[in-house]
């Protein structure tokens, strides 16, 4: 009978509700984005949501990771070694896809971000001069 496919995509759904809320205005991004390494990202969730910091190792510039989430999901963990801050995912992303957009310079509402960023606020002003976190 020769080869087969099942070419159905298994349905879900994203809420991105909040995408255009979180970013307020882009400014400037990494052109055709970047697929992230998924490893070690919490499995219960399905999606990267639009403002999840995104880093990326100073040892392979082709490694792009979303940034690491504390234990409990309700804040960003701290920078790994060998790892700098690159900009926010654009638009929220199943899991399964990671294919991202990444802005290194706008505005991004950090009321509505995925996790509060007030704890590594000034160490991505420093990296990214150019990404403002600012709400209403």
Do not use: W
């Not at 510039?61 to 309700?74: D, I, N, R, S």
């Not at 007030?118 to 709400?135: D, E, Q, R």
Request: aromatic residues 8%; contains cysteine.
């Amino acid at each position: 009978m020769g080869a087969q496919a099942n070419l159905n995509n298994d349905g879900f759904h994203i809420d991105a509700a909040n995408d255009s809320i979180v970013i307020r205005k882009y400014g400037a991004g990494i052109t055709g984005g970047r697929t992230l390494d998924m490893t070690d990202f919490p499995a219960d969730l399905k999606c990267i949501k639009a403002g999840h910091v995104v880093i990326r190792s100073t040892e392979d510039e082709t490694l792009y990771k979303p940034m690491p989430v504390a234990a409990g999901g309700e804040a960003y963990d701290s920078l790994p070694a060998n790892y700098e801050y690159v900009g926010v995912v654009v638009a929220t992303k199943p899991v399964d896809y990671p294919l991202v957009g990444i802005m290194y310079a706008g505005e991004v509402n950090d009321v509505v971000s995925p996790y509060p960023v007030s704890s590594i606020k000034a160490a991505l002003k420093s990296a990214l001069p150019g990404l403002v976190f600012m709400h209403d």
